[in-house]
């Protein structure tokens, strides 16, 4: 899931890890694959070149529409055993990536109360866990099924101040270009003893990629402290928390620079689609210990991410 925020994308950080996409790697790199199949891979670029050029156009049309579908396939198949977001199970990639973060916001969220803004909300996937909330309201740069207002970056939002009883805002500071102008609004719309619930990444891989909108810049991190400096002057700190330490860190790392190189080909694509039996049991032992690590890191230096509950601090 990706918004234009990056919001609630939990490794999206909220990677959070967005892959390249299954059609544009079909209808770029299938001529160049039955080119292969024809001449054998062991002859030069060019002669492959001059082969994939000859391949009828029905053809490509024809294998990308199938491998198309092998695709679709696995990911509703993957999505089926290991969960989606926000109920990533233990033997999805990302789940040492999310794991602290929906510990967290599935105590948090249940107590909000009144209306609630969702920053870089796009579909809004932490609904089922605010069940005390008036009314949820969802705001992005990005246009989604479930955005209620569409914003600009660096403008105001279209509400009123001191509408909101509370503001929810995860793994959105790192992609936003004017931080200050985000938690400007957020104090703006927030009535006077008003909660916020911020959420940002710290160690975590770069998650600028190219997409069909334009270019997804990865722009910040913010540590421990500095993820409260952003807040100190108008908010009062109720819950600051370093989630994660070196072993799902690792991991994380780990899982994620394997994912996203096996998606950088048609090739690679469809090799994981082959090795999804391996895949998932991989996943799931490389979970397991980043989770017992984890427990023995008492070092408070090696965490991936930053979770705060924020007070609003009266006039």
């Avoid at 062991?42 to 990308?64: D, K, M, N």
């Avoid at 279209?158 to 609004?185: F, K, N, W, Y």
Wanted: hydrophobic share 45%.
């Amino acid at each position: 899931m990706l918004s234009g925020y990056g919001g609630n994308v939990p490794g999206g950080v909220e990677l959070v890890v967005l892959l390249a996409s299954h059609t544009d790697i079909a209808l770029l790199g299938l001529t160049g694959i039955i080119a292969s199949v024809i001449i054998g891979p062991g002859q030069s670029a060019h002669r492959r070149s001059h082969i994939a050029a000859l391949v009828p156009r029905r053809v490509v049309v024809f294998a990308t529409d199938a491998v198309y579908k092998v695709f679709g396939v696995h990911d509703r198949v993957y999505a089926w055993i290991a969960g989606v977001h926000p109920q990533r199970r233990l033997w999805h990639f990302q789940w040492l990536s999310v794991k602290d973060l929906y510990r967290d916001l599935r105590r948090v969220l249940p107590t909000l109360r009144g209306n609630v803004l969702d920053v870089g909300c796009w579909g809004k996937p932490y609904a089922l866990w605010l069940t005390s909330a008036t009314s949820h309201v969802g705001i992005d740069i990005t246009a989604g099924e479930k955005v209620d207002y569409l914003i600009r970056e660096g403008e105001p939002w279209p509400l009123e101040s001191g509408s909101m009883q509370c503001v929810l805002c995860t793994q959105v500071l790192e992609v936003a270009r004017d931080v200050p102008h985000i938690v400007s609004e957020i104090d703006r719309v927030l009535e006077p003893g008003g909660i916020a619930v911020v959420s940002t990444p710290f160690f975590y891989n770069d998650t600028s990629l190219e997409i069909e909108r334009g270019i997804y810049k990865d722009l910040w991190r913010h540590s421990f402290y500095g993820a409260q400096a952003l807040f100190t002057e108008r908010f009062s700190i109720l819950e600051a928390r370093r989630q994660g330490a070196f072993g799902s860190t690792m991991g994380l790392l780990l899982l994620n620079c394997i994912a996203i190189s096996m998606s950088r080909s048609g090739w690679r694509q469809l090799l994981m689609v082959a090795l999804l039996p391996l895949w998932l049991p991989f996943c799931l032992a490389v979970n397991a210990v980043g989770w017992l690590i984890d427990k023995v890191d008492r070092t408070g230096l090696f965490y991936h991410n930053v979770f705060l509950v924020l007070r609003k601090k009266e006039l």
